[in-house]
């Protein structure tokens, strides 16, 4: 008897005990599921609309809409064929377009520098007005043409000009950068507390361990001078090396390319779609005939290909420092390098390493850093493998840390003369100029090396006509790459810096 009562009793606990997980769960399930993609689009309206002001909401739009690619030729394949097909699909060969740039931009310098001498002879202001050349429309930054078409009569611009201004949706006034309202949070990964990630301080409810950034963060406030370092101004606009073939469609075209076609013969593919964007660091790096060159995170290798393309490095090293990562950048060199040509087969070498340990070797005239970061449109695109699961969160966090040590290493591995150049995909400051300012005082303060930034602010102006560049955005080392609907490519930041002993 005791025995069935207690058997009742159990039974009745029991019930009572799943009625209470049923109802629990049901409640839960009521409750709409929050993403990995929308826990990142809450992270960046938090973090980067007080940075990036009025042009946030344009920013967000286009990283939450098609991105853009840009086609590279491989030089390693027959591609007549295909430069005809991309001809008529209206795609602009971006050599064609760049020099033609360039050539005005020369011609307007030499102007410019006649008519100051003009000046100093003749004050007569008419005169000096009719001599100058106005920069073509399809040459300016997209701000800047925003800014002028609100200054000049509408008949002045074509349609499609206008409407190129007025997708940006600048408001002159609204550009400044508020970094009063950012904050980083204290360590809470055991590694460095100086870097976590900028968040408006007005937005921390219940996070009242963060601090404000200048509290955790305090060489962001040094100026230049007090970590050694010295901006050098690279007048002459980047180069476009002679060898890289690279199509895309104008500011405002969202056509595809088409599908890579297999060359039967050679038994690669004749060319690769990659977000245009990562041209930048690679033109930034200025390979030259010969150089060794270290792409230090290149999987799955893009950025390794493009400088393949340019047949210029006499070296090449391909590294990263995950297995299976590495396995991909060895299977794109395959679909694009032709099984036994021996003079380029000799020059690529893939390597797994820790790209911090790579020891003081000096050995590199080139390194690119093309480091992890919160990849800000893959965040928002792939909800699986996003850095915002919270199983990920540490490694988030430590992202900046890792940064520094990767350019850090990359400047002891570089030999004095050399070039770096940094490299992201994301709008967070704190992964961008902020790791170059730790990175740079790291380098001040525990080494004898010595190095100055190039301020590339103008040899990458005539490149307007591809991307909307974040000039006035109070970058202090690098330059950006801001997605935008009519070009679509980024984000992307890239700071170069030179070794000098
Ligand atoms: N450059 C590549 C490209 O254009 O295809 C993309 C590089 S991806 C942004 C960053 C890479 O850094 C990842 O493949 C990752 O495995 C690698 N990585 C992460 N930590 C690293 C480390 N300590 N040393 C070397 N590579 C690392």
Redesign the pocket.
Known sequence: MIGLAATRNQILIRNSVSFNILKRHKKKSREPKVTNSQRALEYFDIAYAPVYGTRWPSIRLALLSKPKYMAVLNNFASYDETIERFQNLGAWDIREKYSAIRERMRQRREQSQATSEDRDEDTDETSVRSNSVRPSLVELDDDELAARARLEPEGRYPEEYRLRAAAQNVDATGLEVDLASRVIAPSETGGSSLMMDYVPATRLKGLENWMEEADVFPDASQGDQDIGVTVVKQEEPIDLPKMLKIFAFEKGNISDFPQPRFDPQLRVLDHYAMDGA?LLPVLALDVKPGDRVL?????????SLLVLQTLMPGLLVS????EG?VKRIRSILKQFVPKGMSTIENLTVVTQN???RLGEAEEYDKILV????L?DRHSLMDDDNSLFKTSRTKERLKLPE?QSQ?LVSALQALRPGGTVVYST?TLSPLQNDGVVHLALSRIWQETTIECSVVDMSQAVRPLSFLYRFGGNLGLRYGQLILPSLLSNFGPMYCAKIKRIR
């Open positions: 990562s792409d230090m995170c290149a999987a799955p290798g893009g950025k590294n990263d420092v995950s990562r820790d790209g911090c093309d480091v992890p970061c990849t890792l990767l995909c």
